[in-house]
């Protein structure tokens, strides 16, 4: 079986500018998760989308947005980059509610704002 | 303030010897515990979990251990294997209220298996 896909691997955008990221689940996965890494904050909860409907949002600013497809592919979307937001981008896929789901992650987007 | 705490940056085990990974939560909410594993350039890869109403779960070579009265858990390799080198991530999530934060992780304990 196919793990989460992540693309593209590597970002490089300039301060101010947006960006979209795009994460296809694990088949038959239905809830999608967006976290960012940081050396300094570690591994940050963004959202969860689950059958196209956000279920949880974790505490970013209004910049950072995504939504999910009917077939479960999500993406995140990044407007007005700050050079803060340079980060590993992991997207995570699991059966059902990820409060009581293992997640299996992707291999990231690598954001470098310039 | 970090409600998943791993208090060791790093931790060197002989190879064939038990690999002892500690993790410290402070949130009581917390009920759902999971382990993951993460090699450079890679995303993290789940390796166990164990939630609230068992205090051990096994698999394989893991062993997660838990206790609650402590807010205190702890994964267990044996024996320790070159492959084991890695980052591990302790992670927690909380049921009451629909788990409204995602995973909640520490900062990661980097284990160096020497041969």
């Known amino acids: 079986k196919a793990g989460v896909t992540q693309t593209p691997r590597y970002l490089i955008k300039t301060r101010g500018q947006q960006v979209t990221l795009s994460c296809s689940p694990i088949s038959g996965h239905r809830s999608v998760s967006w976290y960012q890494q940081t050396p300094g904050q570690g591994l940050q909860f963004l959202f969860e989308y689950f059958s196209e409907t956000q279920r949880n949002k974790g505490n970013f600013p209004g910049r950072f947005s995504g939504r999910q497809s009917s077939n479960s592919r999500s993406e995140m979307n990044v407007s007005t980059l700050e050079l803060g937001d340079s980060a590993l981008y992991l997207c995570?896929?699991?059966?059902?509610?990820?409060?009581?789901?293992?997640?299996?992650f992707g291999n990231g987007t690598r954001l470098t704002v310039t | 303030d970090q409600q998943v705490k791993q208090n060791s940056p790093s931790l060197s085990v002989q190879e064939g010897r038990i690999s002892i990974l500690n993790c410290d939560y402070t949130?009581?909410?917390?009920?759902?515990f999971l382990w993951y594993k993460k090699y450079p350039a890679e995303g993290p890869t789940f390796l166990i979990s164990i939630s609230s109403i068992k205090d051990k779960n096994e698999d394989g070579r893991f062993t997660v251990f838990l206790n609650k009265s402590a807010k205190h858990l702890s994964l267990h390799i044996v024996p320790s294997q070159p492959g084991d080198s890695a980052v591990y991530f302790c992670?927690?999530?909380?049921?009451?209220?629909?788990?409204?934060?995602?995973?909640?992780f520490g900062k990661g304990t980097h284990l160096i298996i020497q041969p």
């Open positions: 995570a896929s699991s059966l059902r509610a990820s409060y009581n789901s293992p997640l299996h």
């Open positions: 949130n009581s909410m917390f009920d759902y």
């Open positions: 992670a927690a999530s909380g049921t009451s209220g629909g788990g409204a934060d995602g995973l909640t």
